[in-house]
């Protein structure tokens, strides 16, 4: 299939282009997000392969189904960019990458929390500055201490499990529970009930309009004061207004984020010659407690490859039977975790 390939940055095409050798589709790079600005670049494709910050709305699909759109392929799982209802109005069809490497994720949800905690990243500058006092780098061991896991699908799983390793009591949080967590001792309430034993919350689960700021003002005045929170799911699970209130007011101890609600015009892009407009996410920078790394968990060798081989096998499998093996349908929103 003709497809056009958008958001695609270096490290896409090298990934893709190696995997294609075994699909032999027609691929062709565009380094911009798709957007209605964009979409015009598209024209005569079947098929569009986009990323997280690539925005499908009604309108958009519509007019690239006159244009020839057949299929739109996410190189990611979640799909809360797309309008997946519009896009089957349209006879557009809609797949994606549902799991490609969860330890990617999970590990690095660890070093987020490694990092707050033992404050490495803090430490790191002082040493080259020759500042080796120890003052304000003061952590806690993790052993004893409880965390809660919300969402405990592939990739909270594996949280829950490497937590467990470094001592901690695991309670989790999740509409489907693993029975594999359940055998390891994991006990599942609900968000709100675990809200309040917690030292550390890890989220884990997908943006639907159920989980839209899950972790809001009265969540937060749920949480343990001083809990350390962690988001490497998608950004708008968190209201990061209510969340700079708690930071500001103690109440959250420490915030490590790899996602952000408004991400779509920062994130993935080179802005250190620019300054940041968005005052928010400035404020939140300003934080010493804060960690923020721009949506790279799920950067590592092994993801990559595995979502280019998921991606384009979604391509051929559509292509050869109409259908792709990954393909999203609309189903109703899932319940509250």
């Not at 409880?146 to 989790?172: M, N, P, S, Y």
């Amino acid at each position: 299939m003709r497809v056009a390939v958008f958001s695609a940055r270096p490290y896409d095409q090298r990934f893709l282009s190696e995997a294609n050798t075994a699909f032999g589709h027609e691929l062709t790079y565009f380094d911009v997000h798709l957007s209605r600005e964009t979409c015009r670049l598209a024209a005569g494709f079947e098929a569009v392969c986009v990323f997280v910050n690539d925005e499908l709305d009604a309108e958009l699909l519509q007019e690239m189904q006159g244009q020839g759109l057949r299929l739109v392929a996410l190189r990611a799982s979640g799909f809360n960019n797309v309008d997946v209802a519009a896009a089957k109005a349209c006879g557009v069809a809609v797949c994606r990458v549902p799991a490609y490497s969860p330890h990617a994720v999970a590990e690095h949800t660890l070093a987020l929390i490694l990092t707050l905690n033992r404050k490495t990243h803090r430490a790191y500058n002082r040493v080259r500055e020759g500042n080796f006092a120890l003052d304000g780098l003061l952590g806690f061991d993790l052993k004893g201490k409880t965390a809660g896991v919300v969402g405990t699908g592939a990739i909270g799983e594996i949280v829950a499990e490497i937590l467990q390793g470094f001592g901690c009591k695991v309670i989790a949080s999740d509409p489907n529970p693993s029975a594999a967590l359940q055998a390891r001792g994991v006990v599942y309430r609900s968000v709100e009930d675990l809200l309040p034993d917690c030292d550390i919350v890890s989220l884990h689960c997908p943006l639907t309009p159920v989980t839209r700021h899950l972790i809001d003002g009265p969540a937060i005045a749920r949480m343990k004061p001083g809990v350390m929170l962690i988001n490497t799911s998608r950004g708008a699970v968190v209201d990061t207004v209510a969340v700079i209130a708690g930071l500001k007011s103690g109440a959250v101890g420490s915030l490590g984020l790899d996602v952000y609600e408004e991400e779509a015009g920062l994130f993935f892009e080179d802005r250190s010659a620019r300054f940041i407009d968005d005052d928010v996410f400035a404020r939140l920078l300003t934080f010493p407690n804060v960690l923020v790394t721009g949506h790279q968990a799920f950067f590592t060798h092994e993801a990559l490859s595995a979502i280019a081989q998921i991606t384009l096998a979604n391509i051929t499998d559509f292509e050869r039977h109409g259908r792709a093996t990954h393909e999203v349908s609309v189903e109703p929103a899932p319940a509250r975790p």
